[in-house]
């Protein structure tokens, strides 16, 4: 393995370290590409740019192209080769996100309960359910990726 500081943020398996590599130095091009366009936005000063606010943006963007690159790429799931494999991982997935809603559905339920929420307990279960949507959708959508892959690898 490469000797890095960001050794913590890489997987062990040398292909899926490989790819994310690239990705992190994507999204580090098109940083710099934003940067350089806010420059000369900034030199003109059509409007008034809010830097804390730009910054966010930025690194949200940042680990949402990351996070999006690697769920399409079907490098997750290397292991789902036949169809019987498939349809278990995916109750797999289906089990783990129906978990994590139940949870956090407790969760959020425990701090209302004992008055601990400042946001309306609606609001705290809605973003439970985006989270847990969330999950399953970038699960399954890797797994299908993954799978139509390793299937095109093996004919």
Avoid: H
């Amino acid at each position: 393995m490469e000797k890095t500081w960001i050794q913590f943020l890489l997987p062990d398996d040398e292909y899926k370290r490989r790819n994310m590599l690239v990705y992190f130095a994507e999204a580090a091009i098109l940083q710099l590409v934003v940067m350089i366009v806010l420059l000369v936005i900034s030199r003109f000063d059509p409007f008034p740019i809010n830097s804390v606010l730009v910054l966010l943006w930025m690194l949200f963007g940042t680990i949402a192209y990351i996070w999006i690159r690697y769920i399409l790429s079907g490098m997750e799931f290397a292991e789902i080769m036949t169809e019987k494999a498939y349809r278990r991982e995916r109750k797999v997935i289906v089990i783990k996100s129906t978990s994590f809603l139940l949870i956090m559905c407790a969760g959020i339920l425990l701090l209302y309960i004992f008055g601990m929420m400042s946001v309306p307990f609606i609001e705290g279960l809605m973003v439970t359910f985006i989270a847990a949507l969330l999950l399953f959708i970038t699960n399954y959508v890797s797994l299908k990726r993954s799978y139509q892959k390793n299937k095109e690898l093996i004919e």
